[in-house]
């Protein structure tokens, strides 16, 4: 088994005549999970522009996994609330990120934020390596639901609903911070008076 007739990667071969052991694929292979017909899905663009709109329905799952790649992903630069006041800025980086609560962010079309996080922009490397695609999409609603929630009036508020809304009760301490706080369940009296 030591010796037997193989060739080894990137040898020279006498048996074709282009004298490549390598043979190129056939015409039109696609490898397994590469297809990629959907080409918005993987580029965030319509034709050479970002399009404005989601692949995929928005749910609170979507959103969820969204926050959570984002806190992962996003976070030591971004911040939680997406200010660009992270950790890694606070650090000395040589460039703060932009917020995403500035008036142009908050205009960007969803593509353009997916395809920054695919390839990158100025000085932020691409994560088309580390994010699968869906995980984009999801990031980029979330980011989409942040902006809302640091800028929302009164006006979104629907009606009957107190503004600002009652803090919550914790458990004893609210958490240092290592530690999460335990929120109180909410008591009857407080239920009936947020109807």
């Keep these: 088994m030591h010796v037997q007739p193989r060739e080894n990667p990137l040898s020279r071969s006498d048996f ?3 004298q490549r052991s390598e043979r190129p694929p056939v015409e039109g292979t696609v490898a397994r999970g590469q297809l990629r017909e959907d080409t918005y899905y993987y580029t965030g663009k319509a034709g050479n522009n970002p399009g404005d709109y989601m692949p995929f329905p928005v749910t609170k799952e979507v959103l969820d996994r969204g926050r959570e790649r984002y806190n992962i992903f996003c976070t030591p630069c971004h911040s939680r609330v997406g200010d660009g006041n992270g950790f890694i800025p606070s650090r000395g980086f040589a460039r703060q990120p932009p917020s ?3 008036e142009r962010l908050q205009k ?3 593509g353009y ?3 920054v996080i695919t390839n990158g922009f100025g000085i932020m490397p691409d994560y088309a390596s ?5 995980d984009r999409w999801n990031i980029v609603a979330y980011i989409r639901a942040l902006q809302l ?3 929302a009036t009164r006006a979104d508020v629907p009606t009957g609903q107190n503004f600002p809304s009652e803090p919550p009760k914790f458990r004893g301490e609210p958490g240092s911070g290592a530690t999460l706080p335990v929120v ?3 008591t009857q ?3 009936e008076e947020s109807k």
């Design 113 to 115: 934020f997916y395809d």
């Design 149 to 151: 929630s640091q800028n």
């Design 130 to 134: 580390q994010i699968p695609p869906r």
């Design 184 to 186: 109180a369940p909410a």
């Design 16 to 18: 074709f005549t282009d």
């Design 189 to 191: 009296s407080t239920a």
């Design 108 to 110: 960007a079309p969803l």
């Design 100 to 102: 995403f609560h500035i």
